[in-house]
């Protein structure tokens, strides 16, 4: 069945450092892909999607390109702060469009 | 404000005492989800609904029911908890299948002892 792998965290980066989370997919078809982020406390937000190979989805200085060829979707943000600091999932949406299937997750704390 | 409830936000019972958490969205969507997040796990979907008094199955079901009565509501439904079923609780709502995005609720925290 359709699977998402992401790298085990913690991530602990200082401010302003160069940040990437790996992600990559097993699927049929051509599923949409979705990078979502949870702050303590709250539920899940979407941070960018991509619905197409060579997408790039980008939100608050986060990028993340969906290419085929290597089943990938990483995360990456060029200089972090102190309030990215949360659990970030990636996921898929079935070919079928009726689950989200989630990676287990990666917890980034930056630190000033 | 566009958004999706969750009742209760934490609760703590015991097994075999049934419980309902109820999840209301205002936005009008279609299609509505419940997912558990357990450590190490990653978020795994109950059950979700296409629409009005249309329901499937997810990827780990056992233990639970659901119902959807109502386009904005989506009651999920423990007749028997047991402690394997502690865990954190979110429902998900979007305009339909396919490519648009899940609101998430705020989670509800469950502990069965």
């Known amino acids: 069945g359709d699977s998402v792998t992401q790298m085990e965290g913690p991530v602990t980066l200082s401010e302003e450092a160069f940040l990437t989370i790996n992600c990559t997919y097993t699927a049929t078809g051509y599923p949409s892909l979705f990078w979502y982020v949870q702050y303590p406390g709250e539920g899940l937000q979407l941070l960018l999607k991509?619905?197409?190979?060579?997408d790039k989805g980008s939100n608050k200085g986060f990028e993340a390109t969906y290419r085929k060829e290597t089943t990938s979707f990483h995360l990456e943000k060029g200089s972090v702060q102190v309030s990215d600091s949360a659990v970030y999932f990636c996921a898929l949406r079935d070919q079928a469009g009726t689950a989200l299937i989630f990676g287990k997750g990666t917890t980034l704390s930056v630190s000033s | 404000e566009a958004q999706v409830t969750q009742n209760p936000r934490y609760l703590i019972t015991v097994t075999g005492k049934k419980l309902t958490v109820t999840c209301s969205q205002n936005m009008n969507h279609e299609y509505m989800s419940w997912y558990r997040q357990d450590p190490g796990l990653g978020l795994r979907q109950i059950y979700y609904s296409m629409n009005v008094e249309v329901t499937d199955k997810g990827d780990v079901p056992e233990g639970y029911k659901v119902s959807r009565k109502e386009k904005r509501n989506f009651p999920l439904i423990l007749e028997s908890p047991s402690p394997n079923q502690t865990s954190l609780y979110f429902c998900?709502?979007?305009?339909?299948?396919?490519?648009?995005?899940?609101?998430f609720g705020p989670g509800t925290r469950l502990t069965v002892t």
């Open positions: 998900a709502s979007s305009l339909s299948t396919g490519s648009y995005e899940q609101y």
């Open positions: 991509a619905t197409k190979a060579d």
